[in-house]
């Protein structure tokens, strides 16, 4: 049983409390409750996770901007070729700090994820973020990015406008700028479409997000020629919060309720503010140069590089 399974199951149990009048009926309902989210959803596989970082309900970018920044002040278009509406971009406040905001945006229902093309955005999305970026460094102003795409949109308009460049260029940029930029992976973090706004000094995904280099369905299909394995995939993967924390590709990770972000969505918006408020206090005391130098080391010290030994092969020939 996955989590939408057990999620069915514990809505039929809060359906039945809202049904009840009798004071001994309701408290027995409760404590059946919570012990299921107890036992049933705090044990969470990795496919688990990959189904709440998909959730339809779960919190966009635009929610997390509209509820943790005050003063919001959108901006739009990428000066070369059009206004990308999978990415949202602009100016917003925390705690009297101005900031540049960058989201990847996702729709709930079906016109929305037309409209944002399911959240893979186009090179001119790319190139709007990297302006608003741009503007952010000449401004002094720290960059907090909302990760969340299933990958960059791989359609021929969008090869043929240069989105492989787009990408690059984004990644290029985003290692010399002088100011703070904290990414947030809070939904999907999908491949090039993820790291073309992602590279950060300090970089955090809520607790039920994930990040890789593909979606497990298409990892299951190059590696095992069947996508039905994908829950397998998602497992070997190691693309949870919790496998990157340890792995030291994230810093940090940012707790969601019981069950995912979308069932308390007012204590996910507290948390991200409270990291961002702390990082934010940190990474305003260095320098540019130390800025530049700590992203730099930062990405330059993931993974690790082992020499071969030839020796053992002298003599063999093939």
Known sequence: MNILDKEKKLEALEAELERLDDEEAIQDIKIRIEDYKRKAMRDLSAWDRVLLARHKERPTAREVIDNVFNDFLELHGDRLYADDASIVGGIGEIEHQVVTVIGEQKGKTTE????????????????????LMRQANKFNRPIVTLIDT???????????????????????????????????????GGSGGALAIG????????????????????????????????????????????????????????????????????????????????????????????????????????????????????????
């Open 150 to 188: 299933p990958g960059a949109f791989p359609g021929v308009g969008a090869e043929s406008r240069g989105q492989s460049n787009a990408i690059a260029e984004n990644l290029k940029s985003m290692s010399r700028f002088g100011v703070p930029i904290i990414p947030i992976v809070i939904g999907e």
């Open 112 to 131: 929305e994820n037309i409209a944002t093309n399911f959240g893979m955005p186009h090179p001119e999305g790319y190139r709007k973020a990297l302006r």
């Open 199 to 318: 590279v950060g000094n300090q970089v955090y995904m809520l607790e039920n997000s994930i990040y890789s280099i593909l979606s497990p369905e298409g990892y299951a299909s190059i590696l095992w020629k069947d996508s039905s394995l994908a829950e397998e995939a998602a497992e070997a993967m190691k693309l949870t919060s919790y496998d990157l924390k340890e792995l030291g590709i994230i810093d940090g990770i940012i707790a969601e309720p019981v069950g995912g972000a979308h069932r308390d969505k007012r204590s996910v918006y507290k948390a991200i503010k409270s990291m961002l408020v702390q990082s934010l206090a940190y990474l305003s005391q260095q320098s540019p140069f130390e800025l530049r130098t700590s992203r730099y080391s930062k990405y330059r010290n993931m993974g690790f590089f082992q020499r071969f030994n030839y020796e053992h092969l002298k003599g063999v020939t093939t």
